[in-house]
């Protein structure tokens, strides 16, 4: 069984501190992965993608990937109470269908 | 314009009943998906569909039956509610291996 962990949170940072989200993933076929942010009662929107291993940045989001060890991980610098929502990780499983397996994802509180 | 748009955005109707949810895509993706949502927000996919072949069809009760007339277009019919099938139905598409793009969802409530 294919499968992606996070920890349900939630991660509670003041406004402007860098928050720190994490993701491992089992299979290590996969070759994509997303982050995915989720605000209450409203559909996953895609955040940020990295294929290759390290980081890409993009605004005040970094993404980070070591495929050594399995793990992804999604910064927000300079965090803002608009960035309180839940953030899914999502891996593809390696396979010919683009299939995504989304992690149960870890909810964000920004702190003002 | 809205690039994935299900309808309709809620549903609530009694156990036993047959209904459908559509989804339509103006990006001109090649792929498109169903998944479910449980109130713990974890999102498991269903089926999905490459240029009107079905190419994904997970674990799902046979009540459950995807149909796409084109590759614009995915709808789920769902025979029989039951109060488990409750839950936030996402569309979404995709092109290549690229990231989704999800519809606004339909909150489905079987009472």
């Known amino acids: 069984q294919k499968e992606v962990e996070q920890n349900s949170g939630p991660l509670s940072v003041p406004e402007g501190a860098i928050a720190s989200l994490n993701c491992t993933y089992s299979d290590r076929g996969s070759q994509s992965f997303f982050w995915y942010r989720q605000y209450s009662g409203k559909s996953p929107e895609l955040i940020m993608f990295?294929?290759?291993?390290g980081d890409k940045e993009d605004g005040r989001f970094t993404a980070q990937l070591n495929k050594a060890s399995q793990y992804v991980s999604l910064l927000i610098r300079d965090s803002q109470p608009s960035d309180s929502a839940t953030y899914l990780c999502?891996?593809?499983?390696?396979?010919?269908?683009?299939?995504?397996?989304f992690g149960t994802g870890t909810l964000l509180a920004v702190q003002p | 314009d809205t690039a994935v748009s299900q309808t309709p955005k809620y549903l609530v109707t009694q156990m036993g009943n047959d209904k459908s949810i559509k989804c339509e895509q103006n990006l001109g993706h090649d792929t498109m998906y169903w998944y479910k949502q449980d109130s713990k927000k974890f999102l498991k996919i269903m089926f999905s569909y490459n240029n009107k072949e079905l190419i994904i069809n997970e674990t799902v009760p046979n009540r459950f039956s995807p149909k796409s007339p084109d590759k614009a277009h995915l709808n789920l019919h769902i025979n029989s509610l039951e109060l488990g099938d409750s839950a936030v139905y996402f569309c979404?598409?995709?092109?290549?291996?690229?990231?989704?793009?999800f519809g606004s969802g339909t909150r489905l409530t079987v009472v």
């Open positions: 979404a598409s995709s092109q290549f291996s690229g990231g989704y793009t």
């Open positions: 990295i294929y290759s291993n």
């Open positions: 999502a891996v593809n499983d390696g396979g010919a269908t683009n299939k995504l397996i």
